[in-house]
């Protein structure tokens, strides 16, 4: 039997243009890079013969190094919500520098409403309101978190879509404008002493669950909606989806306001997590939410990608940050691996876009 056979219309299909699933390359280089930190675990003589990712002492109910698990899902998973963001925009053809300091921001106005009024029968001595800010329903800091994201995200997404303006320049004046706002609220202060039920909210897996269920809804939204072939198709072609009917400057403006609002309840769930909110929260988070996305297959040209891909991209961002520590590299060794990982996850892009192109 021959390779090529006829199909619908006498088109033929060419079996040696089938290609993996991006989705599986990611999945598969998870497992090499697991492999490899396994191997230095067992090589290197100051290791001691340790595992990375197995329990070969004894001390956890399964195979696995639960502990090391868990910090490297908690690692990511905060991260990784603003990183679904972050890939919706990516997608669009777009970038957002801003979700950093947007998560100082938002945590520090956000940890203002869910403050309570006394710790251990003293008044709270963080105290930014008065009385009336105390005790708040849980609800009540959420939503001001989430309105604050849409605000923010509404101008970034207005001036690019209106004014024209690159993303670059406009998401960075706005990470300035975001670090700003977190060092003015409080004059650089922390807000701590958060309601019980504020915390709960990032207590434990808790923020394990919020990336995940976010990360199944973004999915849904981009694969099976209106909203995601609009986004994939303005990331292809502006200019086609533009004279086939989409809206584009309304749909900029909503990726944005996701994104952002993506980043404020990263900020809520950070904030919850650590019991305390300060100005320097969210320091690199815009550059590492990238990076889980380029390294699980978006396209920084826009139009391709998936919320799979990112979630296995942040698995893969995790594991190498772990891996480092576990191996005891120097933090200014792991900023120069993590630089390299990142560059070299786009010229693979690049290269893949180029052989993509020669196949058609």
Request: hydrophobic share 50%.
């Amino acid at each position: 039997m021959s390779d090529t056979s006829h199909g619908t219309g006498g088109l033929k299909f060419d079996a040696t243009k089938r290609s993996w699933p991006n989705e599986l390359n990611i999945f598969f280089a998870l497992i090499i890079i697991i492999a490899v930190f396994e191997v230095l675990g067992q090589t290197l003589p100051y290791m001691n013969s340790q595992s990375f990712l197995f329990d070969t002492r004894d001390r956890f109910d399964s195979i696995f190094n639960e502990a090391r698990l868990q910090i490297i899902i908690l690692q990511v998973s905060i991260i990784g919500i603003i990183a679904l963001g972050v890939t919706q925009v990516i997608i669009s053809g777009g970038i957002d520098l801003s979700s950093g300091p947007l998560v100082g921001a938002t945590a520090m106005i956000v940890m203002s409403f869910a403050q309570t009024e006394l710790v251990n029968g003293n008044p709270n001595p963080k105290a930014v309101f008065g009385s009336w800010a105390f005790d708040l329903p849980v609800l009540i800091p959420i939503v001001v978190g989430l309105a604050f994201g849409a605000f923010i995200g509404s101008i970034n997404g207005a001036l690019i879509a209106f004014t024209r303006i690159p993303p670059f320049i406009a998401t960075l004046g706005m990470f300035l404008i975001c670090r700003g706002i977190a060092q003015a609220w409080t004059r650089g202060q922390p807000v701590s002493f958060p309601t019980e039920s504020f915390a709960a909210l990032g207590k434990g897996m808790m923020p394990v669950f919020w990336f995940l269920m976010l990360a199944i809804l973004c999915h849904i939204v981009l694969r099976y909606t209106l909203y995601g072939k609009h986004t994939y198709a303005i990331g292809s072609n502006e200019d086609a989806a533009r004279m086939s009917g989409i809206n584009v400057k309304r749909h900029k403006v909503r990726v944005y306001m996701i994104a952002s609002m993506l980043a404020a309840f990263a900020a809520v769930i950070l904030s919850s997590k650590n019991l305390t909110a300060q100005s320097g929260m969210g320091i690199f988070y815009e550059l590492y939410a990238i990076a889980m996305a380029v390294i699980g297959g978006v396209s920084l040209t826009g139009g391709r990608g998936s919320i799979i891909g990112t979630v296995l991209g942040a698995m893969v961002f995790g594991v190498i940050q772990s891996g480092f520590t576990y191996i005891k590299l120097d933090a200014f060794y792991q900023l120069m691996a993590m630089g390299a990982i990142i560059i070299s996850a786009v010229v693979l892009d690049k290269i893949r876009q180029e052989r993509s192109a020669l196949r058609s």
